[in-house]
């Protein structure tokens, strides 16, 4: 009997090895309602005078061993980096799935929706002609306005109804508002839902997932904070334009009415989406577009370099935007032989006036056919022409540069052909006719006009740039609309080909607005317009004096 207490001793350790290789034990149930003696047994029995273990017997001294190791308990910013991106990703497939609201504007059926973006903005696609984008904020959130289709039933109602068309803007204004706001609640909803929904999936647990759908509610709100704090309603004066949709510039109308009678935001927008339709004028029953009776429209191209797509481009453009007077600053020829002459024959059907200077790369022969033609203007030596009603004068580049016999003259002589230009100028105005636009090909020359002339047209440098110069003449630079002609296939990248839209006051014969046209070189298809206005032409400036 002297062991006994021993051997329970050595019982009772093994026990406490069992229990430690086993800790889940203490959470398993039994499979039978244990009975009396077994709960009150202290798991040691003596058989025989031995001492033995029951393995049967439940663990009530078993350590969590959860608690005490920390590598088991999972790390505070990897959970917080889980939860992040369960709810950035959650938000946004509520974002694609139910986070649109289909809105009627005007005659337009619409649907809208938010989407995660980089770089914020509004785009609003007219399938399949293009898109219309607006910097109209900075926030991780875009709007996107898709225009599905004309609703027949309601332009049949402003054709029957004109008079309706005056309380058109009200009206869109009244629907975008609508359904910007219903974008908002159902928006919150989305997010919401698809946070907590995909929560409720990856971490099986409730408040985890009602986290989640806070969380995306709080990034939601914060995200619509920034768009407020950056919305910049001036915006839409200066939209970007793809696709087909690239005439819609021509609809916008009259850019100083737009400044000055109307609001910057609302209508301006509603007059955008109105103008619209007439894109649709081909399968529907809308009075067709008339422009502006106060706006003038010059085309200005310059250096198509024997670019034969170049007149196609031309004659669209003539049609597109109502064109009425088309500036070409030269270099349309690459040569300037005889045998190229032919290339102009497509002038007399461009759909316009042509009005044309020289450029160092056409010779006299060159201006000698193209003075021939029907419906085509040659200025040169400070000559002046009136077409249009606009009173155009220019100078002929002095250099022709294919001739290898004959050396560059250099800047020298474009200085001293400017300056004869901007004598031929002043003296129009001291006789009682200024001139309206100065034409060169060459920028050197066409800066000695500054002070003469409000407005004056170059090329040459193959690449756009528009400056107002010191004495308050603004110097226009075109691109090439041939794209740099046949030339461009010896370069990997493709020159653009490009034109520019001038907005002129019939009355005062000043640029009002100004459309640039960007469409992908050789083999690109693509287009891009985007429209500028003078700095006395924007919201809240002080207009310029009238001089030069």
């Known amino acids: 009997m002297a062991r006994e207490p021993l051997r329970l001793l050595r019982a009772t350790a093994q026990r406490a090895r069992t229990a430690a290789v086993s800790p889940l034990r203490r959470f398993r149930r039994p499979s039978h309602t244990p009975s009396p003696a077994t709960t009150l047994d202290p798991t040691v029995h003596t058989t025989l005078g031995r001492t033995t273990l029951d393995a049967t017997a439940p663990n009530t001294t078993a350590p969590n061993t959860t608690a005490l190791d920390p590598a088991a308990r999972p790390r505070p910013l990897v959970r917080a980096a889980g ?14 799935v139910v986070g649109s609201v289909h809105i009627s504007v005007g005659p337009m059926d619409t649907r809208m929706a938010l989407r995660p973006s980089l770089t914020g903005g509004t785009k609003i696609n007219v399938a399949p002609l293009g898109a219309l984008e607006l910097d109209s904020h900075h926030a991780p959130l875009r709007l996107d306005v898709a225009v599905d289709r004309l609703d027949p039933v309601r332009s049949q109602a402003l054709v029957d109804h004109p008079e309706r068309l005056s309380g058109l803007q ?15 609640f159902r928006s919150c909803a989305a997010v919401v839902f698809g946070a907590t929904a995909l929560g409720l999936a990856v971490y099986r647990r409730p408040r985890r997932a009602l986290a989640a759908g806070g969380l995306a509610l709080t990034l939601l709100t ?3 904070a920034a768009v407020y704090a950056t919305w910049n309603p001036k915006s839409v004066l200066e939209p970007r334009y793809s696709g087909l949709l690239s005439s819609a510039p021509s609809m916008v109308g009259n850019a100083r009415s737009i400044v000055a009678d109307f609001d910057v935001y609302q209508r301006e927008l509603a007059r955008l989406v109105t103008n619209v339709t007439q ?3 081909a399968t529907s029953t809308l009075p067709a577009y008339q422009p502006d009776p106060t706006t003038m429209r010059v085309l200005h191209i310059s250096d198509v370099h024997l670019n034969p797509a170049a007149w196609h481009i031309v004659e669209s453009l003539v049609r597109q935007y109502k064109i009425n007077v088309i500036i070409d600053t030269g270099d349309t020829m690459d040569h300037g032989t005889s045998a190229e002459n032919g290339f102009l024959e497509p002038v007399s059907d ?11 790369h056409d010779s006299a022969s060159t201006q000698r056919y193209l003075a021939g033609l029907k419906g085509a203007h040659v200025v040169d030596n400070g000559e002046v022409v009136t077409v249009g009603g606009l009173r155009i004068a220019g100078i002929g580049d002095p250099q022709f540069t294919p001739d290898r016999s004959a050396a560059a003259a250099g800047d020298a002589v474009e200085h001293s052909a400017g300056r004869r230009l ?18 060169a090909h060459n920028p050197i020359a066409a800066r000695e006009t500054d002070g ?3 407005l004056a047209l170059t090329g040459h440098v193959h690449h756009r740039r528009t400056q107002v110069l010191p004495g308050g003449t603004r110097l226009m630079t075109e691109g090439s609309t041939g794209g740099s002609g046949l030339r461009a296939v010896d370069d990997g990248t493709p020159d653009k080909v490009q034109a520019s839209v001038l907005y002129l006051d019939r009355d005062t014969r000043r640029l009002q607005a100004w459309d640039e046209i960007d469409l992908g070189g050789l083999g690109l298809a693509k287009a891009e317009v985007s429209r500028h206005l003078p700095a006395e032409n924007r919201p809240g400036a002080t207009p310029t004096p009238t001089t030069p």
Do not use: M, Q
Request: glycine share 10%; hydrophobic share 50%; aromatic share 6%.
């Open 170 to 184: 009200d009206e869109v204004a009244s629907d975008i508002t609508h359904g910007t706001l219903d974008l908002a």
């Open 222 to 224: 914060a995200s619509g």
């Open 279 to 281: 894109l649709y004028e």
């Open 452 to 454: 003469t002339v409000p």
């Open 422 to 439: 901007a004598e031929a100028i002043r003296d129009r105005k001291a006789a009682g006719a200024p001139v309206d636009i100065a034409l």
């Open 350 to 360: 461009l759909g316009a006036p042509y009005v044309w200077v020289r450029g160092n």
């Open 83 to 96: 939860l992040a991106a369960v709810t950035v990703l959650g938000a946004w497939i509520g974002l694609l």
